[in-house]
């Protein structure tokens, strides 16, 4: 948790951008509650919505709070605890001391929440966010039936969470060192005969010593060119690749989220070391087209066309490249964007809505395999933090699927891909914050990512 200003600071600035988009009436925050796994005492690890994090701070259970975007009146909803709780719980701090920690004076008892909103909202409009749980989608219908998220308070959020503070960059770096020491663990880990469960197991014991947990399940696997293969039960291999997909959540709540890709037998072959240089050759020019100015759909568009040009050197792709950029052929390679937005989520805010959070206005999301996946497309500024994570992926129903259908058979050199049915897949990824000058990598140490740093590190 921020300090209380922090709090405050937020809360008022969110009223100002709703009062500037001519709205009025009710800001109404739920936060998450308790998530029954098998039944109502053993529940899945506990995690606060993150909007609310951002605005309220408060990392508990079954809490809800008002904003009044006329008066500027807060107040929050939660219960102190009882005797039972005690009992189970030890003492716990009142809950007008929590809520002085982030600045509100009034408090009400959550089971008011109902009844306080009915007495005032005839007639007065009462904004709230799209729920991403079961719970707050229920308790919502029941506040407020049939009433829609909203658009306006949507934007307002999102204007927020996009540009990152200060603290929230420190937050991230710290999170993104966690994230190196758990990468280097699993590389450290790799072994011929060992089951990837094993690795899994020592990185996340990283992430769970010194932070919250992974910032989302861990991809640990032999069959990279499945993007979210989240199976570990595979025996490591001589001469496979392995890609690596994984970031720590701080106890802050702030995420890293880096790739790796390593040859399980310490060097590359030279197939392999060909493809791996298109990839990490694709990764730094992204890094050096990022600054503010430039969309990040463009910086993913010369990326494709960086990739199509060293395919073109191996002989799998021919052709203009400007006109393969435009049929969208590095979708067969690479059916995933560029990279998305990160910070209280690893996929920031995409429960708000993914092209709300990512597009401009002006933007639309294309339908093209590779492009329509991309995730951050927006005209890039300083405070931004977002993933820079090409890869090219050898996925034998696709390319299939693209032959039969006779797609880019004036550019893809189906015979030779044969031969790449057996190689996997490659990702490289680093988190990376746009700053006034360009851009830099979150983190004090970048995770090796060359050819010759990546065969060193295995040694």
Not at 206 to 229: C, D, M, Q, R, Y
Not at 357 to 367: C, L, W
Request: proline share 5%.
């Amino acid at each position: 948790m921020f300090g209380r200003e922090v709090y405050e600071r937020r809360r008022k600035t969110l009223l100002v951008r709703m009062r500037e988009a001519g709205q009025s009436g009710l800001i109404l925050f739920i936060g998450n509650a308790e998530a029954p796994a098998q039944y109502k005492d053993n529940c899945y690890k506990w995690r606060q919505d993150s909007s609310w994090l951002y605005y309220w701070g408060l990392d508990e259970p079954l809490m809800a709070a008002v904003l009044s975007i006329d008066s500027g009146e807060e107040i929050l909803f939660a219960d102190d605890v009882d005797m039972d709780d005690i009992i189970w719980m030890g003492p716990q701090p009142s809950v007008e001391s929590k809520a002085a920690l982030v600045g509100v004076s009034r408090h009400r008892p959550y089971s008011e929440l109902p009844g306080w909103l009915q007495e005032r909202t005839k007639g007065r409009p009462v904004h709230f966010l799209p729920p991403s749980r079961y719970y707050n989608t229920l308790m919502l219908e029941k506040l407020l039936p049939g009433a829609a998220p909203s658009e306006a308070l949507i934007k307002a959020v999102i204007s927020m969470r996009l540009i990152k503070e200060d603290i929230e960059i420190e937050a991230i770096d710290y999170a993104c060192d966690l994230g190196y020491q758990m990468h280097s663990v699993a590389r450290d880990a790799i072994e011929v005969g060992l089951v990837e469960q094993e690795i899994v197991g020592r990185m996340e014991a990283v992430a769970l010593s010194k932070g919250w947990g992974v910032s989302f399940p861990t991809i640990l696997t032999l069959h990279g060119e499945t993007l979210h293969n989240h199976g570990h039960a595979a025996v490591i291999e001589p001469g496979k690749l392995m890609v690596i997909d994984a970031g720590v959540e701080s106890n802050e709540h702030y995420a890293s989220d880096f790739t790796r890709t390593y040859p399980t037998s310490g060097k590359f072959t030279q197939k392999q070391k060909e493809v791996y240089q298109i990839v990490y050759d694709c990764n730094q020019l992204a890094f050096s087209l990022a600054k503010p100015g430039i969309t990040y759909r463009d910086v993913h568009l010369a990326t494709a066309r960086k990739m199509l040009e060293g395919l073109s050197a191996l002989g799998l792709v021919k052709g203009d490249l400007d006109e393969m950029v435009a049929a969208g052929i590095a979708g067969l390679f690479q059916p995933h964007g560029l990279g998305h937005n990160m910070g209280l989520d690893v996929h920031d805010m995409e429960d708000l809505g993914e092209n709300l959070v990512g597009y401009d206005p002006d933007q639309t999301r294309a339908k093209q395999l590779g492009l329509g996946s991309l995730r951050m497309a927006r005209r890039l500024v300083p405070g931004h933090v977002i993933t820079d994570e090409p890869g090219i992926y050898f996925i034998p129903a696709l390319i299939e699927k693209f032959k039969k259908e006779g797609l880019g058979q004036d550019f893809v050199n189906y015979a030779k891909l044969e031969s790449y049915y057996d190689f996997g897949g490659i990702r490289i990824e680093d988190d990376v914050l746009i700053t006034a000058e360009g851009a830099r990598r979150l983190g004090q140490k970048r995770l090796p990512a060359s050819v010759e740093e990546v065969e060193a590190a295995m040694q």
